[in-house]
């Protein structure tokens, strides 16, 4: 009776035994067998993408960019490249922004435009704008602080009678966009730095330049800055017509009934 017991739990563990090897042969095998496959190598590039955001018109310089381990296959020939371009400092050198570019996203040839190339104003326009210049001078435009990328209003001073010398001031625009002062510097004798603006261009609608163009043939053109951030309903609405006369008083001497002698 032990000797048959002995040889039922022989054949057993024998049976236990080559069970466990055909499984571990559906498994995958030996220890060499089941380790697992490597996975097969992404091959990367790196692109030049914004560090922060960047508005349309602003312009580029190195702290704005870097450069991003990116998926060769989603490279697209627009991309610039750390292979075709290595110094990012040139890359970006003279150049603005043609259009929104987010942080993280992509640089490419149609998003920045050269400040010397062709074409370069033209490509800062938002659609459906146009590019209007006025003539200014340092008294018209707030002292030469007035910048690319600021936003003005536009005021226009119109002489409304001439005995007595009355005129009358209203704005005509509000919150539009500079895109360009033609600003030079000059030094006099005392070594004093002077700030002189000859003309800046506005970005306007074609009804706004049209207003414009009705303003400048009427009486003279003026910028008024405005506070960064300040947009308002009443400046949304980029038409203002707020009055005021102005009256000029010589000798002193008031007129009755508020006219100027």
């Known amino acids: 009776m032990n000797k048959q017991r002995m040889i039922i739990l022989g054949l057993a563990g024998l049976a236990a035994i080559v069970a466990a090897l055909l499984v571990r042969a559906l498994l995958g095998g030996g220890a060499e067998k089941?380790?697992?496959?490597?996975?097969?190598?992404?091959?990367?590039?790196?692109?030049?993408?914004?560090?922060?955001?960047?508005?349309?018109?602003?312009?580029?310089?190195?702290?704005?960019?870097?450069?991003?381990?990116?998926?060769?296959?989603?490279?697209?020939?627009?991309?610039?490249?750390?292979?075709?371009?290595?110094?990012?400092?040139?890359?970006?050198?003279?150049?603005?922004a043609r259009a929104p570019i987010v942080a993280g996203e992509p640089l490419t040839t149609q998003k920045i435009v050269h400040s010397d190339a062709a074409g370069f104003m033209a490509a800062t326009l938002a659609p459906g704008t146009r590019a209007v210049s006025i003539g200014i001078s340092t008294e018209t435009g707030a002292g030469g602080f007035i910048l690319p990328n600021d936003r003005v209003d536009v005021i226009v001073t119109e002489e409304i009678s001439s005995n007595p010398r009355r005129y009358r001031a209203h704005t005509i625009l509000g919150n539009v966009r500079v895109l360009a002062v033609d600003q030079t510097y000059t030094k006099d004798q005392d070594k004093n730095q002077t700030v002189l603006a000859k003309t800046a261009t506005l970005e306007l609608t074609p009804a706004q330049?049209?207003?414009?163009?009705?303003?400048?043939?009427?009486?003279?053109?003026s910028l008024a800055l405005r506070p960064l951030g300040d947009n308002s309903a009443n400046a949304a609405n980029n038409m203002r017509q707020s009055t005021g006369e102005v009256q000029i008083i010589r000798y002193g001497i008031v007129g009755s009934g508020g006219s100027v002698q």
């Open 209 to 221: 330049a049209e207003a414009v163009e009705r303003a400048r043939a009427t009486g003279t053109l």
């Open 34 to 96: 089941g380790k697992a496959a490597p996975e097969p190598q992404i091959a990367m590039a790196r692109v030049l993408v914004a560090s922060t955001d960047l508005q349309p018109g602003q312009q580029l310089v190195p702290a704005m960019v870097h450069w991003q381990e990116w998926p060769k296959t989603a490279v697209a020939d627009s991309f610039i490249t750390q292979a075709s371009q290595p110094n990012a400092q040139s890359a970006v050198a003279g150049t603005v």
